[in-house]
């Protein structure tokens, strides 16, 4: 009668070589994104380029990882602070030619403005994975997506760029989504490219709807 081996877990009859435990063909590469211990930055810097070039094991890694929402946070935050700032810079030509500037009043409106992006972003990508569990029924977690999607957001330093950077950013974006909605939530690419094209179109709609009703 056939036997398995506890270690290896292959079948065998009377005799059997064990050659040691086997890997599971099941767990993630040996490349997989592991978080470290202590302080590490540069470590997170290199799994967000990894998210913005679309590696699963990136994406998979920082979905898994909680340190990576603090991370991930701070590349949001950075990335806003540059959307904001491009538009600022005649008021720093005016503060160096000597002139005053209502600083006050400009960081009361830019803080508001990143904590109306802030609730945006969780609303935006909550929502798109509540519908990716109703449509498509995808596996994975709210704090998934939202840890992969902010270690991704390194992208919006290209917003810089001039004339083309808000375009490739947003596309960027759009795009990461795609894979993130892909490998976290475990979905179809054609789904999560998709839902991805849907959530976003929604929500520029809505931003259009906001800025019209400002004029």
Same mark, same amino acid.
């Given at each position: 009668m056939p036997q398995?081996?506890?270690?290896c877990g292959q079948s065998f009859g009377i005799t059997h070589t064990c050659p040691g435990a086997i890997p599971s063909a099941t767990l993630p590469p040996e490349t997989q994104w592991v978080a470290p211990t202590g302080f590490s930055p540069l470590?997170?810097?290199?799994?967000?380029? @990894?998210?913005?070039?679309?590696?699963?094991?990136?994406?998979?890694?920082?979905?898994?990882? @909680?340190?990576?929402?603090?991370?991930?946070?701070?590349?949001?935050?950075?990335g806003r602070l540059l959307i904001y700032g491009v538009p600022l810079t005649p008021y720093f030509r005016a503060v160096?030619?000597? *002139?005053?500037?209502?600083?006050?009043? $400009?960081?009361?409106?830019?803080?508001?403005?990143?904590?109306?992006?802030a609730a945006l972003f969780f609303t935006q990508y909550g929502l798109a994975h509540l519908l990716a569990?109703?449509?498509f029924g995808a596996r994975g977690s709210y704090a998934g997506i939202f840890r992969?999607?902010?270690? @991704?957001?390194?992208?919006?330093?290209?917003?810089? !760029?001039?004339?083309?950077?808000?375009?490739?950013?947003?596309?960027?974006? $759009?795009? !990461?989504?795609?894979?993130v909605f892909e490998e976290v939530d475990? !979905?179809?690419?054609?789904?999560? *490219? @998709?839902?991805?094209i849907l959530i976003n179109g929604l929500f520029f709609a809505i931003a259009l709807a906001i800025a019209s009703s400002r004029r």
């Open positions: 398995q081996c506890a270690l470590h997170y810097v290199r799994e967000a380029i @990894g998210v913005a070039r679309f590696e699963d094991t990136a994406i998979l890694g920082a979905s898994r990882d @909680g340190i990576a929402f603090v991370y991930g946070s701070l590349f949001w935050l950075v160096a030619r000597g *002139f005053e500037v209502p600083w006050a009043r $400009i960081i009361f409106v830019v803080a508001f403005s990143i904590a109306f992006d569990r109703w449509w992969a999607m902010l270690m @991704g957001s390194i992208v919006m330093c290209a917003y810089v !760029i001039p004339f083309v950077g808000p375009l490739v950013a947003g596309l960027w974006m $759009i795009a !990461i989504l795609m894979r475990g !979905i179809e690419r054609m789904k999560a *490219f @998709g839902l991805s």
